[in-house]
């Protein structure tokens, strides 16, 4: 451990590399893949506005005060937390909250990297050219096909293992800066093209309003606790990832600034997702609220039938890989953070050991689509219950415990030293959000799904 004002790991080279690097980890699987699957299933529009709003109202406070206890604790989640709450004379059991997090990234890392293999599996398909030309039914059977297969999940899931190790062995500071660079304006740009072709189908607007036209009745409290729990998934909030992220920031970047740019570009991937998609679905007489498999049963389409379709389709799950990866690390990084700070091993050793136990966790996730599919706990397979476990309860908990951190405990005075906004009244506007509303509406939605309210 060092305890001068770098952190020992490396720091981002300027405001854009942050930035840079924070959209890598905020936009990946859960905007392209997750976003799409549950605005389905939980009907559409309702669902998107109560999403943008717990982004606004719970995620970008959050996203705030997480950086900043990152960057003013400089260390890996747990030791920040048990520095942090000494330095502010509270509780040293506030490291309870750095735990939590690295076991939140394992977990997630664990079916996070079987789904990003689904995807490395998709450019050998499109590659192969698979869906040349296919329709609805022909994309279904092969997505079938590919999900009962145990043995071909799982040769894709070591691979995005192996690599996602291989890069965070290397130091996350580094390589990430030179990808992301590249690889966001891409994505977005092959976004464009995927939503060029929705609109080219005769179900556009139907795909829009079902995105866009709010249809309150659909809501119930379990959709409302997906969409706040996926407002801190697709951030990457609650579990330190960010905050190790703040802990590589500069001191003289302002914080509010760079959270507002990641977190307006996170949504925005999620909300061209959605319309790529959706008017796909309906021209196809797909099912919106067919689950995990959404993206994979209906982009394909776009690409077997529309021009340059093989060149885009291979290039679209390639970027989708890569956007998977530069979440991946960051799942992974609080973890071989403190082992390296602490239990004083190696990058390289640290990185066997994390990948190794969350790769044997994916092998739930991959059997929970075949052999383990009728295996239920709680009335869900093994995936449906690590998403539920991780989206829907540690990370609002550990975002609760974020902003009361920052609210409450940690000193006024170290927290306006820390954001250094020019305007005094934002810098109250935060703190209002922090102190009450972010906190309380994660309390209310809890409340309200046990029953209580
Ligand atoms: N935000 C990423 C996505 O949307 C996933 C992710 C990366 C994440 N790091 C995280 C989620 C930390 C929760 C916590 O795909």
Redesign the pocket.
Known sequence: MTDSNKSSHGEWSSRMAFILAATG???????I??FPYITGENGGGAFVIVYLMCVLLIGIPIMIAETMIGRRGKRNPIDTMTVLAKESGADPNWHYLGWLGVI??FL?LSY?SVIAGWGLSYVLNVFTGSFSGADGEKVQTLFNDFMASPLQQLFWHTVFMVVTMGVVARGVTEGLERAVQWLMPALFFLLLILVAYAMSTDSYFKGLNFLFNADFSKITGQSVLTAMGHA????????G??MVYGAYLPKDISIARTTVIVAGA?TLVALLAGIAIFPIVFENNLQPGSGPGLIFQTLPIAFGNMTGGWFFGILFFVLLVF??LS??I??IEPAVAWLVETRNMTRQRACVWAGAVTWLLGLGTIFSFNIWSEFKIFDRTIFELLDYL??NLM?PIGGFCIAIFAGWVMKQEHCKKELHLTNPQHFEVWRFLVCYVSPAAVFLVFLNVVGVI
Not at 232 to 239: A, D, P
Request: aromatic share 12%; charged share 5%.
């Open positions: 980890s905020a936009v990946g699987l859960g905007n893949w997750k939140a990234g997630i996070y801190f998934f697709t951030l990457s909030l609650g579990m990832a960010i996170d956007a998977a979440s991946s960051s799942l991780t989206a990370l």
